[in-house]
């Protein structure tokens, strides 16, 4: 995707914030639509030459003024910590936000949608695309709502697009390695009732994303987003203790199945992932030992349910 006329709508978000700059630099026309409740973030953005526009997409006249002329919008807006505890709001910002980003941008040649594996059960192996969801949690019942607003819309306005189900992005900042890392660096316990992941750098993450565009459709296309090996959490954390120089502690016993997602289609269609675990891993064991960035949200990997509540 380059010299192409871009939308972001989250463009401060967890993923967003890294995808912006990565769209500019790859030469596009960036506009980004958030709060911008934080000072100084809009700035950032425009220094970057990046259009912006400062709405919340949860009230019903979010894009009203906004340009409907993309060549492409990358849908990252989404509530996950403290969802539990919000079920309007979250219902609001998951789903009926997706609805109307999908009406507005409906010329849109390509709709990318950012969802969450969570929209799966649990298993032992790993779901495909054509594993049926079965949502554990009021935030996963509401990506799957998100997901069911854009099918609705791109067959009613025939709009291409793509849904993007995001398992584990990670680097320095955020993710599971680097959660792991910050448990063993401050004496934690490391739970292993979620025994096994899948990872993804987050760079190879946004290339998938961005490269997505190729095969948006209608319907839409399904995409499991992660990395392409099933990984042990205790094997993470004693590379991550080695790389450290610190003994991980554990607890928990491992309850037999985990949230697992199976890329092959992404492999095959856009290519694997560059950045291997253990490169993934030495980068972060570097950044949390430097504490290079402050805790921000814990992916909270271990929980299936009550994001963002004790």
């Given at each position: 995707?380059?010299?192409?006329?871009?939308?972001?709508?989250?463009?401060?978000?967890?993923?967003?914030?890294?995808?912006?700059?990565?769209?500019?630099?790859l030469?596009?026309?960036?506009?980004?639509?958030?709060?911008?409740?934080?000072?100084?973030?809009e700035?950032?953005?425009r220094?970057?030459?990046?259009?912006?526009?400062?709405?919340?997409?949860t009230?019903?006249?979010?894009?009203?003024?906004?340009?409907?002329d993309?060549?492409?919008?990358?849908?990252?807006?989404?509530?996950?910590?403290?969802?539990?505890?919000?079920?309007?709001?979250?219902?609001?910002?998951?789903v009926r936000?997706?609805?109307?980003?999908?009406?507005h941008f409906?010329?849109?040649?390509g709709?990318?949608?950012?969802?969450?594996?969570?929209?799966?059960?649990?298993?032992?192996d790993?779901?495909?695309?054509?594993?049926?969801?079965?949502p554990?949690?009021?935030?996963?019942?509401?990506r799957l709502g998100?997901?069911?607003?854009?099918?609705?819309?791109?067959?009613?306005?025939?709009?291409?697009a793509?849904?993007?189900?995001?398992?584990?992005?990670?680097?320095?900042?955020?993710?599971?390695?680097?959660?792991?890392?910050?448990?063993?660096r401050?004496g934690?316990?490391?739970?292993?009732t979620?025994s096994h992941?899948?990872?993804?750098?987050?760079?190879?993450?946004m290339?998938a994303m961005?490269?997505s565009?190729?095969?948006?459709?209608?319907?839409?296309?399904v995409?499991?987003?992660?990395?392409?090996?099933?990984?042990?959490?205790?094997?993470?954390?004693?590379?991550?203790?080695?790389?450290?120089?610190?003994?991980?502690?554990?607890?928990?016993?491992?309850?037999?199945t985990?949230?697992?997602?199976?890329?092959?289609?992404?492999?095959?269609?856009?290519?694997?992932?560059?950045?291997s675990?253990?490169?993934?891993?030495?980068?972060?064991?570097?950044?949390?030992?430097?504490?290079e960035?402050?805790?921000?949200?814990?992916?909270?990997w271990?929980?299936?349910?009550?994001?963002?509540?004790?």
């Amino acid at each position: 995707m380059q010299n192409q006329r871009v939308m972001v709508v989250g463009a401060t978000g967890k993923i967003g914030k890294h995808l912006v700059p990565k769209l500019v630099k790859l030469g596009n026309e960036v506009h980004g639509l958030a709060r911008f409740g934080t000072p100084g973030q809009e700035d950032a953005l425009r220094k970057l030459g990046v259009v912006t526009y400062k709405r919340d997409v949860t009230k019903p006249d979010a894009f009203e003024g906004v340009p409907d002329d993309f060549d492409y919008v990358l849908h990252e807006a989404a509530l996950k910590f403290g969802s539990e505890g919000d079920a309007d709001y979250t219902v609001e910002m998951n789903v009926r936000a997706a609805g109307r980003a999908m009406e507005h941008f409906a010329k849109t040649k390509g709709f990318l949608f950012a969802s969450s594996g969570n929209v799966y059960e649990d298993s032992v192996d790993g779901a495909t695309e054509d594993t049926p969801p079965l949502p554990p949690s009021l935030y996963a019942i509401t990506r799957l709502g998100g997901e069911w607003m854009v099918d609705y819309f791109s067959r009613r306005n025939n709009t291409p697009a793509v849904i993007h189900r995001i398992f584990y992005g990670y680097h320095e900042e955020f993710g599971v390695p680097t959660d792991i890392a910050r448990q063993i660096r401050d004496g934690e316990g490391i739970d292993l009732t979620t025994s096994h992941v899948n990872v993804i750098w987050l760079d190879d993450l946004m290339d998938a994303m961005i490269a997505s565009y190729q095969v948006a459709s209608v319907p839409p296309k399904v995409l499991n987003l992660t990395g392409t090996e099933k990984v042990s959490v205790r094997a993470i954390a004693e590379r991550l203790g080695e790389l450290m120089g610190i003994e991980p502690k554990f607890r928990g016993t491992p309850k037999g199945t985990s949230l697992l997602g199976k890329a092959d289609e992404m492999a095959r269609l856009l290519g694997p992932p560059k950045v291997s675990l253990d490169e993934g891993l030495q980068r972060i064991a570097k950044s949390i030992m430097a504490r290079e960035f402050p805790i921000d949200h814990p992916t909270q990997w271990e929980k299936r349910k009550g994001f963002g509540e004790d």
